[in-house]
């Protein structure tokens, strides 16, 4: 999930999340997703998805087949079947700007501070 998450923490302005697979234990592929608010910095970006992917130990989620930290300004998401489009398609512009000069889906995403969903075990 490191490369998910330095490849998030690089990306622009309007681009700031990655996708990926890896092998598990016992040849389970899971599923990651990882997303920051497109107003952070590189550092700042990486620092809250480090912390983010650092409360699964500690976590409710811990030990099931996937599951979601949400943080005010990040994301991250594991799953072991795959949740999401492997393409992806051209970055739209944002027709108009929301709170803060963020798009309004990103402010409706981020609205929830540090919740921690458990997802229920999916095998």
Do not use: W
């Not at 990655?18 to 990651?32: E, M, S, W």
């Not at 480090?50 to 943080?71: D, F, Y």
């Amino acid at each position: 999930m490191d490369r998910l998450r330095g490849e998030a923490a690089a990306g622009g302005p309007l681009l700031k999340f990655a996708t990926g697979n890896i092998t598990g234990p016992d040849f389970l592929t899971i599923h990651g997703l990882v997303q920051c608010t497109p107003n952070l910095s590189e550092q700042v970006c990486s620092d809250c998805l480090e912390a983010a992917v650092n409360q699964i130990p500690n976590s409710s989620i811990n030990g099931t087949n996937g599951g979601r930290i949400l943080q005010s300004t990040c994301n991250f998401r594991f799953e072991v079947y795959d949740f999401f489009n492997q393409t992806t398609p051209g970055i739209p512009q944002p027709s108009s700007p929301g709170i803060y000069g963020l798009p309004t889906i990103f402010m409706s995403l981020f609205n929830c501070n540090h919740i921690i969903l458990r997802m229920q075990n999916k095998i």
